[in-house]
């Protein structure tokens, strides 16, 4: 079973403009991961943020964290029409490293 | 190699046929993931591994489901009996560490089951 849910499930939005997904998870953890899928491939790391941090930037990656709320959000800014793609949360409960993934939100950036 | 490599990309069973589907890790990485993918779903966790000992198999959805590391590196998953339900992507994951970090995804198998 996933461990939290995304949302929005689908986003459209124009080149340029910014996009934000979120995340609420369940159990307490050690870290929280956004991980990006294109279309028929595999799944790719973007950042991980600790759960002693409150927000950690990477790029045009802007994340947070609120561990009160059990909830993150990821913020891409000046989006592209490459960032197209799935994008999916991930709890780490300090379980070997075994992460749990939210059902994802789909990215639509048009040119 | 220089990253997680699954073999084969796509497979088509016919219902009732077994299958096996292959990883191999990055070179030196502890612990080993597989993971099944749902079209439009996210990754549901399978088994783990650290090093040859599989630690963790609370996720396999059945006893027709068979994970194995013998040597700590290359891993097999092995679906005995197939049912149209296995149909998915399964991927696997390598990590660095025996703890927590980034995790490192092959491309995945694609599994069809007629």
């Known amino acids: 079973s996933q461990q939290g849910e995304e949302d929005p499930q689908a986003l459209s939005i124009q080149e340029g403009e910014n996009a934000t997904m979120n995340c609420s998870y369940k159990?307490?953890?050690?870290?929280l991961q956004w991980y990006r899928q294109n279309s028929g491939r595999g799944l790719v790391h973007l950042i991980l943020?600790?759960?002693?941090?409150r927000e950690k930037h990477s790029g045009r990656l802007r994340v947070t964290l609120d561990t009160s709320k059990k909830s993150s959000s990821l913020l891409i800014t000046a989006s592209r029409a490459a960032d197209t793609a799935s994008y999916f949360c991930?709890?780490?409960?300090?379980?070997?490293?075994?992460?749990?993934f939210g059902q994802g939100t789909e990215l639509s950036v048009k040119p | 190699g220089a990253g997680v490599s699954q073999s084969p990309r796509y497979k088509v069973a016919k219902r009732g046929q077994d299958v096996a589907l292959r990883c191999d890790p990055i070179?030196?990485?502890?612990?080993l993931f597989w993971y099944q993918q749902a079209l439009g779903q996210g990754p549901e966790f399978l088994t783990y591994?650290?090093?040859?000992?599989?630690?963790?198999k609370s996720g396999l959805p059945s006893d027709r489901f068979f994970a194995e590391r013998p040597e700590g590196s290359v891993s097999t998953l092995k679906i005995q009996r197939t049912q149209q339900e296995d149909s998915a992507v399964y991927l696997c994951a390598s990590i660095a560490s025996a703890n927590t970090g980034e995790l490192f995804f092959g491309e995945g198998s694609r599994l069809t089951v007629l």
């Open positions: 943020i600790r759960s002693n941090e």
């Open positions: 591994f650290q090093n040859e000992a599989q630690l963790d």
């Open positions: 991930a709890t780490d409960a300090n379980q070997g490293g075994k992460l749990i």
């Open positions: 070179s030196g990485h502890v612990s």
């Open positions: 159990t307490s953890i050690n870290n």
